[in-house]
């Protein structure tokens, strides 16, 4: 769709392409001047004026004066005065079906994130219909109907290898294979909006990287580590999907192989695997919460399956960072916390894998507060919502 908007030249077209630029301006940028926006876009102000006007009329755009609470001014005087978005105007929801749980993140207009909210649930006795319906059951309840009254897109992720057009090829951890994710995502929505699924570590990058400019540059390869262990990869500030929408799944690396017997790096270090030898020297429910209490406590036996998994990490993101030349590591998810107590072995480990010609990545943790994999498909629509594909644009030209 963007490349007929790109080669048509008519004034509808322009003006489309214009309000778009006009909406990423003040998205990237936040509050600017007429002035300064007419400049940005390379137009004169009377040009600019229209294109404000119209985004105006569509609760988009407002003067920076008209958001204040008390219905003042933002500033002193009416000199100064600034463009903003309405961030309120529009919402974007994400939602993730894990193997253990169902998310939900709602953004606005400015990409805020506005909620998120999470429950357990059993997502591999589902089926890939029953999980659906109850993610957007879930969704229902944990959203106010106004969000869905002015949602502009749904994006849905899970743990599976989802090509471009939304078919699931496989999802091994939730027992799905051969099924069209996309149409049951369409068929279940309660609203028209667009909607698009996602492997949830590539929503995970993709959102990680979104509002941080230090993620855009470069190369971040982002890992979800839950019940499995998933990689996405950021080239550039874009999602770097492979050519089946699996690049980054370094959680499929073998670690060893003995006969036909193979084990792969998330058979190594994934939660059940390290819950599973946790279980046999917990003194209490094996839990993550009680192994990162007893590392924390120099619990002998639980600090050698620490130890254990920070070495597989390590030499797992070593052979990575040997072909995708990563500048930074993000880690996500809840076993992510286990990173920390072992930062030190991690790093000591990566410097004795790997060779001195390969410069070390940075590794970060992705901190709490929803920036997970919901929240990155929520991210997801909205930047489809800002550019040329939005569906806003695409029901203007059938209605006229």
Not at 120 to 143: C, I, L, N, T
Not at 212 to 239: F, N, P, Q, Y
Request: aromatic share 6%.
């Amino acid at each position: 769709m963007e490349a007929a908007f790109l080669t048509a030249s008519s004034p509808r077209r322009i003006r489309q392409r214009n309000e778009v630029a006009a909406l990423q301006a003040l998205y990237q940028s936040g509050p600017m001047s007429r002035a300064d926006l007419a400049r940005a876009l390379r137009l004169n102000r009377s040009s600019a004026g229209h294109i404000i006007a119209a985004l105006a009329a569509d609760g988009l755009v407002r003067e920076t004066d008209e958001a204040t609470p008390e219905g003042g001014y933002a500033r002193a005087g009416r000199p100064g005065v600034e463009l903003e978005l309405v961030a309120e105007a529009r919402s974007f929801l994400g939602i993730e079906i894990g193997v253990e749980h169902i998310s939900v993140a709602e953004i606005d207009l400015s990409a805020r994130l506005v909620r998120t909210e999470g429950r357990p649930f059993a997502g591999a006795g589902a089926g890939m219909k029953g999980a659906v319906a109850s993610a957007f059951a879930f969704a229902r309840q944990a959203v106010p109907k106004k969000s869905f009254d002015r949602c502009e897109g749904i994006g849905l992720c899970a743990p599976a290898h989802i090509d471009s057009a939304g078919y699931v090829r496989a999802a091994p951890l939730l027992g799905w294979r051969g099924v069209r994710l996309s149409d049951a995502v369409r068929s279940a929505s309660p609203v028209s909006a667009a909607t698009l699924v996602e492997n949830d570590a590539n929503a995970f990058a993709f959102g990680a990287a979104y509002r941080r400019s230090a993620l855009r540059s470069g190369v971040t390869l982002c890992l979800v580590m839950e019940s499995g262990l998933g990689g996405g990869v950021i080239l550039e500030g874009k999602l770097f999907r492979g050519a089946h929408g699996v690049a980054g799944e370094i959680g499929h690396l073998i670690m060893s192989s003995e006969g036909e017997s193979h084990r792969s790096l998330e058979q190594a270090i994934g939660l059940g695997a390290v819950l599973d030898r946790y279980a046999r020297v917990a003194t209490r429910a094996p839990t993550l919460a009680s192994l990162l209490a007893d590392v924390t406590d120099g619990h002998s036996p639980a600090v050698a399956i620490a130890e254990d998994w920070a070495r597989s990490l390590a030499f797992g993101l070593s052979q990575t960072c040997r072909i995708v030349d990563a500048d930074r590591i993000v880690l996500g998810g809840s076993l992510a916390a286990l990173y920390r107590p072992m930062e030190r072995r991690v790093m000591d480990a990566m410097r004795g894998f790997q060779d001195v010609s390969f410069p070390l990545p940075e590794i970060l943790v992705e901190p709490d507060g929803g920036t997970g994999p919901a929240f990155g498909a929520a991210c997801l629509m909205h930047q489809r919502y800002l550019s040329l594909q939005s569906q806003r644009l695409s029901d203007a030209e059938e209605e006229s």
